[in-house]
């Protein structure tokens, strides 16, 4: 049972972001509740007021143009993204994020928005779309402005989201043509998991095929936030991707962007370990599915 | 506000009730409405047993609270027989012996049922990834895949 609390069902950005000023600590804001409902089922961070900012048209949709590149709405679904024919096929990689969150259940309620303003370093929509290199676009009561996703996380579970603003979308610059992306998420199972660790790429390789021209790395659980790993990133630059042993010797540069924690789901020693062997793992992942003309 | 009217189609059944806000989706259907089909396992969205259709979308009932059901249609196991025909899902979960205490068998179905609506006939592996919100405790998941496959390959031939 969820303990009582007084519902708002703003019609508009700015009306939700009035609210969300006015109840401060005492409210939360909710879209699909997949996380916020599940907690306050348990009894802890409990509110007196929720703000249902799902039904705001701004917060809608998924649009898409190649000039444009991708327009999420905070408010769109997990599955929403799974299903889209243009995401699959130009931005698979956030495809490949997004079905590990959760279960088909969680997918059809819990939104991009949700899971980015959450800001779990476990999330699994996160790393994807600091690879493509996304951008929030947020609303408060003095204007809208526009954050790199890479900005956007200021500590564990904190964004930089004032406390009159709101995320209204999310924009994906579209990907080059030619590029390979690949998330790798472990866990101890394979269903209803929380990611151990989450390692997001995305890479662009040179007319010859094989030298590394753009790489861009992100991780999950590795981290008080999520994060990019820039200097594994810029060990890349240049590199032969077709050589394992040049891939594999990042594991001797990851630990320098990563710093995993101790938790009660695994230890940051084993965290460790994992980094520098899956993360080269996912790049050699992401270089073979490279799309070839 | 801290009650609200909602007007929603539960099986075809019309109602119009005035309910708590926070009152969940599952907790109206089963106390409310008399529903019981739908079970309540885990309340945190990790068994499924509460899975129920809005507007043909499987959601965990436990994790959504009555009032964001407002305008929707929503289908429970209840309302999935026509009369003494039972569904070729339900069917095919006697025939196939897919049931064992059978408290996670309504959620299980609906989940099913959507997935055979949305993907048409999804293969085994398909079938795995998209049940895995839906928990068996009595170590039955062979059997539910097989006859979740079953039924898709019958439904496709047809």
């Known amino acids: 049972m969820i303990a009582r609390f007084d519902y708002h069902v703003p019609a508009s950005l700015d009306e ?49 143009s190649e000039t ?55 999330a699994d929509g996160i790393g994807p779309l600091l690879v493509l290199d996304a951008s929030c676009v947020i609303h408060g009561l003095g204007g809208e402005r526009t954050v790199p996703l890479k900005d956007f996380f200021t500590g564990p579970k904190q964004t930089v989201l004032a406390d009159d603003e709101v995320l209204v979308r999310v924009t994906v610059p579209t990907p080059a043509p030619s590029y390979g992306g690949a998330y790798f998420k472990y866990g101890r199972r394979n269903a209803m998991e929380i990611a151990l660790l989450g390692i997001s790429v995305y890479l662009e390789v040179a007319d010859d095929g094989k030298t590394c021209s753009a790489m861009r790395i992100a ?21 032969d991707l077709s050589d394992r042993q040049v891939v594999e010797a990042a594991s001797s540069i990851i630990l320098e962007d990563a710093s995993p924690r101790n938790s009660w789901r695994a230890d940051g020693e084993f965290r460790r370990s994992l980094l520098k062997l899956l993360v080269p ?10 799309t070839r003309e | 506000m801290f009650k609200k009217e909602i007007n929603i189609m539960v099986n075809n059944e019309h109602y119009v009730r005035e309910v708590a806000v926070n009152r969940t989706l599952l907790e109206f259907l089963r106390e409310d409405l008399g529903l019981t089909g ?22 965990n009932s436990c994790l959504m609270l009555a009032v964001e059901a ?36 309504p959620g299980m179905i609906m989940t099913a049922k959507a997935i055979l609506d949305e993907y048409g006939n999804p293969s085994e592996k398909e ?32």
């Not at chain 1, 969300?20 to 409902?37: M, P």
């Not at chain 1, 790049?283 to 599915?289: F, L, S």
């Not at chain 2, 998209?130 to 496709?156: D, H, Q, S, W």
């Open chain 1, 68 to 122: 444009e590149g991708l327009s999420l709405g905070a408010a769109v679904t997990h599955h929403e993204i799974e299903r889209h024919p243009v995401i699959k096929e130009r931005y698979d990689v956030l495809v490949q994020g997004v079905r590990t969150i959760g279960s088909l259940q969680v997918r059809n309620r819990g939104t991009i928005g949700g899971n980015i303003c959450t800001a779990a370093p476990s």
């Open chain 2, 127 to 158: 079938i795995r990834k998209l049940m895995e919100g839906n928990l068996c405790r009595c170590t039955g998941y062979t059997r539910v895949i097989k006859t979740v496959k079953k039924t898709a390959e019958a439904l496709a031939a047809k």
């Open chain 1, 219 to 239: 991780l999950g659980t590795s981290a008080p936030i999520p994060i990019r790993a820039q200097k594994t990133e810029a060990y890349y630059i240049g590199k």
């Open chain 2, 70 to 105: 407002d305008g929707s249609y929503i289908l429970t196991i209840e309302g999935l027989a026509k009369g003494d025909l039972l569904h070729p899902l339900q069917q095919a979960f006697i025939d196939e012996g897919a049931v064992q205490c059978g408290f996670c068998t």
């Open chain 1, 281 to 290: 793992r996912t790049v050699r992942t992401a270089y073979g599915a490279l």
């Open chain 2, 38 to 59: 739908a079970k309540e396992g885990c309340n945190e969205g990790e068994c499924g047993a509460c899975t129920v259709l809005v507007d043909g979308k499987p959601v």
């Open chain 1, 16 to 64: 939700a972001c009035a609210l969300k000023k006015e109840y401060g600590n005492t409210g939360i804001v909710v879209a699909g509740g997949s996380d916020v409902y599940a907690k306050m089922h348990l009894g802890d961070h409990l509110y007196d007021h929720v703000i249902d900012i799902k039904k705001i048209e701004d917060m809608q949709g998924i649009r898409w």
